[in-house]
């Protein structure tokens, strides 16, 4: 009784050993979207190959989605065969759809955990680095590539390597105006944006149970972001009560019998570890980043690292970084102009992270110089904001109030930065091009933050 | 279907210098509005390749001399960020055959045995001689032997190292690994058959 998380629901799912030393996994439910998908279905069609499992599968549309006018087809052509090639595939292998049509559409990371399809002591795939996100209920969720979509769906098995598990302790008190963002960001800072590399991270400690279920989720999203491909919580009183009544989670008698599980799976307290990291999360301040990697922040009441002070490896990043950024060492974070805002994504984009935004603007106007914009991250949580009002409070504040998808995320709608323009995001790559504009420059940072920037536009502290 | 053993992989190289090169670089999102991997090959580090007004920059996938280069060699954490296969198939599109680097972010490694593309790291020094040898001379025919597996250019080699999970994956031709899978059919059904949630929690 020494076992993590990860090894028990590892031994659970484990098919077979395979010859090239990997294991073959069983991958309880898979989530597909319209980017990765349609080359995978293309090479089970060539090998005449049918789904194992359709019903472990679920589609949603969120990448391309237009955000203002989503009535079809869409006016980007691209972006409608892409659509109806995911159409056709759902159609043709009989597997469920939430498309733009049903309420359920948005984010694959936002929509699974709503559904109730995210479950505790699952395997989870999907064709996006992100899919780490549901590790926040004790699943072990991890993001594939084409051709492992198309091993999953032919399948439902993966061949992959099992990872070392590293625990990510954490301690104290979470201080006003600091968020789980901050938190993931201070780790990312401090373990390296390769630091996880072949580890999944398991996060807890006195902190961690603290956490609501969304703001688990923003921590174990940008897991990888730090190299860990697996990030995730152990299964608590507060998984269950998230998980109680939605959608596809077990109902009356089921569900308890889901609870007794639920709990075998959790980490045994005296399980054993790779390595452990101490984060005392007390003295945290609100994170920002400078550069173009997520590793790349510091606090706001810092200013930008010296380039000596930097250790060797890290200096030629840097200078690539302020030459982008067009910052300079040994700068204040804490005024730098921004020309856009942006709140959402599968990071930051739920129904926790729009109040919070919407308390800080309320009543207020964002700066005439700032675009800002609004994406909440799935349809459910904008009923929910509009059934808040939180919907006008961000338009009367000046926001572009939008429909759900990723957006300025990655930019493969129309939303785009344009130019050199600085965003303050709400998301979680601030890589060169990231947001649509080659030379667009992104800051990273809690919702909140975004929010404050926005209505003085440069970076400033949270005031209420 | 017939699978390819690969065990050696020759031709010349093409440095890219950079750590934490990441997939959005590789391959920028908006080139990835299809629904197929076809053509890819044209979009490879495209905003690295051309500025804002769509000029070629000195970016060595622009360089003529490097023009059927099949080996890319790379520094730390290379492939970094977003899952898309389209960023190796952009690469493999383009030409290239295998990958040196000084390490490669899981996934990105984890899509290129999936398509058969070694991925060999080497230590820091061997990666910039390596560069500079084929800077110098980008005629120079590079060797990568993954059975051993060592670097072969000129007359000098270099220690490298690939998972041995990967390394067998490409050396039984097994890195197609669709049909290896769907041979243990059975034992799959049996795993389904004992997890609590395949039977909706029902006993
Ligand atoms: S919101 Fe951004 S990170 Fe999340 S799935 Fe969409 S594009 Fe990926």
New binding site residues.
């Given amino acids: 009784m020494k076992e993590n998380l990860l090894n028990k629901v590892w031994n659970l799912h484990k098919v077979a050993e395979l010859d090239s030393g990997t294991d073959q996994l069983f991958i309880g439910l898979h989530l597909i979207h319209e980017v990765t998908s349609p080359q995978a279905f293309a090479m089970i069609r060539e090998r005449n190959l049918p789904v194992l499992f359709p019903e472990r599968t679920f589609a949603t549309v969120?990448?391309i989605v237009p955000t203002d006018d989503q009535s079809r087809p869409f006016k980007d052509e691209l972006a409608e065969k892409m659509m109806e090639a995911l159409e056709k595939n759902t159609r043709e292998y009989g597997i469920r759809f939430f498309d733009l049509t049903t309420e359920h559409q948005g984010?694959?990371?936002i929509v699974g955990p709503e559904l109730g399809l995210t479950q505790p002591g699952m395997t989870i795939a999907c064709g996006?680095s992100?899919t780490s996100t549901h590790g926040a209920f004790g699943a072990i969720a991890f993001g594939i590539g084409t051709s492992q979509i198309r091993d999953i769906l032919a399948s439902q098995t993966m061949s992959i390597q099992k990872p070392k598990v590293r625990k990510i302790e954490m301690t104290g008190k979470l201080p006003d105006h600091v968020y789980a963002k901050d938190i993931i960001l201070k780790i990312i800072h401090d373990l390296g944006v390769n630091g996880g590399l072949g580890y999944a991270y398991e996060y807890g400690g006195d902190a961690a149970a603290k956490l609501s279920m969304e703001e688990r989720m923003t921590i174990c999203n940008m897991s990888i972001e730090g190299g860990a491909r697996v990030g995730y919580f152990n299964p608590d009183q507060k998984t269950f009560d998230y998980l109680k009544g939605r959608k596809f989670a077990p109902e009356g008698a089921a569900f308890d019998n889901a609870v007794s599980f639920w709990k075998s799976i959790a980490s045994d307290v005296d399980a054993e570890y790779e390595d452990t990291y101490h984060l005392d999360i007390s003295h945290l301040k609100p994170m920002v980043t400078w550069g173009i990697n997520p590793g790349q922040s510091c606090s706001i009441d810092e200013t930008l690292p010296l380039l000596k002070s930097l250790p060797e490896e890290e200096r030629e990043t840097a200078v690539k970084a302020y030459s982008h950024m067009g910052f300079n060492e040994g700068d204040p974070i804490l005024g730098k102009k921004i020309q856009t805002a942006f709140i959402?994504?599968?990071?930051n984009?739920r129904i926790s992270d729009l109040r919070i935004a919407a308390a800080i603007v309320k009543g207020k106007t964002i700066s005439s110089t700032v675009r800002g914009l609004v994406v909440p991250g799935s349809k459910s949580v904008a009923r929910q904001a509009e059934a808040e009002g939180l919907d006008r409070i961000f338009t009367e504040a000046g926001f572009s109030w939008r429909k759900a998808g990723?957006s300025m995320?990655?930019a493969m709608n129309a939303d785009k930065l344009r130019g050199n323009e600085i965003s303050a995001s709400s998301?979680?790559?601030n890589f060169i091009g990231r947001q649509g504009s080659p030379t667009g420059r992104t800051l990273l940072m809690s919702p909140a933050m975004v929010a404050a920037a926005a209505l003085k536009g440069y970076v400033t502290e949270i005031t209420l | 279907m017939k699978l390819l053993k690969k065990s050696i992989i020759t031709g010349t190289g093409i440095p890219v210098r950079g750590n934490d090169i990441d997939t959005d670089r590789i391959i920028p999102a908006r080139f990835m509005k299809v629904v197929t991997f076809d053509g890819l090959g044209a979009y490879a580090f495209y905003d690295a390749r051309f500025d804002e007004k769509g000029n070629p920059t000195d970016h060595p996938f622009n360089n003529p001399v490097y023009k059927n280069a099949e080996i890319l060699i790379v520094n730390k954490n290379f492939g970094c960020g977003?899952s898309r296969e389209h960023a190796p198939q952009s690469l493999a599109r383009w030409g290239i055959k295998g990958i040196i680097g000084e390490s490669f972010a899981e996934i990105f490694a984890g899509n290129c045995t999936a398509m058969g593309i070694p991925a060999v790291t080497t230590d820091e020094k061997s990666t910039a001689e390596l560069m500079d040898l084929v800077t110098n001379n980008p005629d120079l025919a590079l060797t990568i032997n993954i059975e051993i597996p060592e670097i072969r250019i000129g007359d000098k080699t270099f220690p490298c190292t690939i998972p041995p999970s990967k390394q067998a994956a490409l050396l039984n031709g097994t890195w197609d690994s669709t049909e290896i899978l769907l041979k243990n059919k059975e034992q799959i059904l049996k795993t389904a058959a004992r997890l609590p949630y395949m039977g909706g929690f029902s006993s």
């Avoid at chain 1, 959402?344 to 990071?347: K, R």
């Fill in positions: 969120d990448h984010i694959v990371h996006d992100h959402g994504s599968c990071t984009g990723c995320c990655l998301s979680n790559r | 977003s």
